[in-house]
């Protein structure tokens, strides 16, 4: 652990909000910022003696680069997908994940309102017009949605927020969750996605990334939408076959589409757009910035800064990405030690043995467990010895020990 002379040391990557790092400094670590991602010899070269990784979606975490870092306690992933980093082998070296699932909720939300209500009154089509020097005054086409029926697939952090959203806008919303999910306000269930589907004037896409949903969308579902109706996916872009969109588009049995993420989506700003999309009627595209908010990157940055610095001082996991959820409030005083190990049977029996065989009194423990792996909290109130450690340390199922005091 760090002395006054050695403060932990956090590396932060992709230009992650300054709110992140003034939490860090201010708490004594000394940080470090680069405002692009590193590339897996870049991030190996620099990552040595470093406790804390910051990183957003461009930064691929490896085992190679984890082999690198003996110092390393945490990773926050300043965004909300974790997909980049390999979390079978951060637990394999004992390496906390905290990502942020909630940060952008609203900011996603809000974009699902404003296009929702732009494609039923044809405003980008209009407004591309009037850029062209045409005057189109007319009704046709344009609708409120008011009385509008709406069917959300995918009820989780978004789609259920959305729900409430738009139900004060006078909509009828449905929903379709593959989970047992609470319906808010009015909201009503579906049984099956063909359900929804044949009920629901607008539909908009709110699952996870889970590898089963690719493909979740293709010409079958785009057939089973009622005709006139507008289709929304904010979610990922693997999930819907965009070739299957265009064609109920240019057939006019979609009435529009707003898409924010894509199969392939172009490594930075500036590269070219490559999609079948480009160039529909009443289609929206945007480049993934559902989530891109000032107020979403702020809250990010305190979110996961937040979460790293508790863990770091507390070894609390609540909220981990890949370790058992373990919180016990910290100890007024004496000491802390938490044990990453493989969960088989007697583990907890063994540490609890080697304390009782060295006298030491155990003041407050929790376990928590999550498939092969197991993290213990103990709170211990009088001074341990090396031996202790040594032994706790050694034994064959431990994966990591810390001593926070
Ligand atoms: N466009 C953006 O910038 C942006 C920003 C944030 C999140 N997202 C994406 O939005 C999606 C939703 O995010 P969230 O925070 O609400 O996730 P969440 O995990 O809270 O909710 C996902 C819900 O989808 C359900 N689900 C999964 N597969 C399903 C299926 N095949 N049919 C029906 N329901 C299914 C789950 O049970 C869960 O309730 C994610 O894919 C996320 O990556 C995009």
Redesign the pocket.
């Known amino acids: 652990m760090s002395t006054a002379t050695e403060p932990l040391r956090a590396l932060l990557l992709e230009g992650i909000h300054s709110d992140a790092v003034a939490s860090l400094e201010k708490n004594g670590y000394a940080v470090e910022t680069v405002d692009r991602a590193l590339d897996e010899d870049e991030l190996t070269a620099r990552i040595a003696g470093v406790h804390m990784l910051g990183i957003r979606s461009k930064t691929t975490i490896t085992d190679a680069v984890l082999a690198a870092a003996p110092e390393l306690l945490a990773i926050g992933a300043f965004c909300?997908?974790t997909n980049q980093i390999d979390l079978p082998a951060t637990l394999q070296r004992g390496v906390a994940v905290f990502n942020a699932?909630?940060s952008?909720?609203r900011?996603?939300v809000e974009?699902v309102v404003a296009e929702l209500i732009a494609l039923t009154r044809r405003l980008f089509d209009k407004n591309s017009l009037m850029h062209a020097g045409v005057w189109d005054k007319s009704a046709e086409g344009a609708h409120e949605v008011r009385g509008r029926r709406l069917g959300i697939?995918?009820?989780?952090?978004?789609?259920?927020q959305l729900s409430v959203l738009a139900e004060s806008l006078g909509m009828s919303v449905f929903f379709?969750?593959?989970?047992d999910?609470l319906a808010l306000g009015n909201a009503r269930r579906c049984a099956s996605?063909e359900e929804l589907l044949a009920v629901s004037d607008v539909v908009t896409?709110?699952?996870?990334?889970?590898p089963?949903?690719s493909g979740?969308f293709g010409e079958a579902e785009f057939a089973r939408m009622r005709p006139g109706s507008l289709f929304l996916n904010?979610?990922?872009g693997f999930?819907v076959d965009h070739g299957a969109l265009r064609s109920h588009i240019e057939s006019g049995h979609l009435a529009g589409a707003a898409i924010?993420?894509f199969p392939h989506e172009p490594k930075g700003r500036g590269d070219e757009f490559v999609s079948e999309l480009r160039g529909l009627p009443n289609v929206i595209i945007t480049p993934?910035?559902?989530?891109?908010t000032e107020e979403a990157q702020q809250d990010i940055g305190q979110f996961v800064a937040g979460k790293l610095q508790d863990f770091v001082a507390t070894g609390n996991t609540a909220l981990s990405v890949n370790l058992p959820t373990v919180s016990l409030p910290a100890p007024p005083e004496g000491h802390r030690l938490t044990h990453l190990h493989r969960n088989t049977p007697g583990v907890l029996a063994t540490i609890n043995g080697i304390l009782a065989d060295h006298d030491v009194n155990i003041e407050g423990q929790l376990l928590g467990t999550r498939g092969e792996i197991g993290y213990v909290i103990t709170d211990i109130g009088t001074r341990y010895t090396s031996d202790v450690i040594e032994q706790l340390r050694g034994l064959p199922t431990t994966v990591r020990l810390r001593l926070l005091s």
Do not use: C, E, Q, W
């Open positions: 909300i997908g699932p909630f952008n909720t900011s996603v974009l697939i995918g009820y989780g952090n978004i789609g259920s379709y969750d593959t989970a999910k996605m896409l709110h699952v996870d990334g889970r089963g949903n979740l904010l979610s990922r999930v924010d993420v993934h910035i559902g989530g891109s």
